[in-house]
């Protein structure tokens, strides 16, 4: 069997998608940016090496537990991610890292917040996410799409 495409598999069907909250197939990816909440805005997940490219973890793989855990301590299914920027500052090893979330402001329809990724004391990553709910904007119901040449 090809082992790429064995990665890749969905896990058990039994398996609970803490994130979605209902029973359905939980993919890998699921399973491998899922975090655990601490308390006071803190969560600790497990950084999979399934995950790597040339030095350390892909980014959008680190991306994701940042915003689950962003998402996570916001707890407003309303406000979505609007804006997220990451900066990765040391390369993360296998294993355990800690991810520290604190909300900058709450305002009426925009959360501003910020979270921190280390492992081992060192600092992996910070991000800054920008959480909002939706709003009416400008529409064009009637636009249609240019002819081109194949």
């Not at 090893?93 to 060192?122: C, F, H, I, K």
């Amino acid at each position: 069997m090809d082992l790429r495409i064995a990665r890749h598999r969905a896990l058990p069907r039994e398996a609970q998608n803490p994130m979605l909250g209902r029973a359905e197939a939980m993919t890998r990816f699921d399973h491998d940016t899922a975090i655990n909440p601490l308390g006071e805005g803190r969560f600790r997940a497990r950084l999979d090496r399934g995950w790597w490219i040339l030095r350390g973890p892909n980014g959008g793989y680190l991306a994701a537990i940042l915003m689950r855990a962003i998402e996570a301590e916001i707890g407003d299914p309303g406000r979505s991610p609007r804006s997220l920027t990451i900066h990765f500052l040391s390369p993360a090893n296998e294993g355990p890292v800690d991810v520290e979330v604190r909300t900058e402001r709450r305002g009426n329809s925009l959360t501003a917040v910020q979270a921190r990724m280390a492992q081992e004391g060192r600092l992996i990553a910070i991000g800054l996410a920008v959480l909002g709910q939706a709003r009416p904007a400008f529409e064009i119901p009637d636009a249609q799409m240019p002819e081109v040449l194949p």
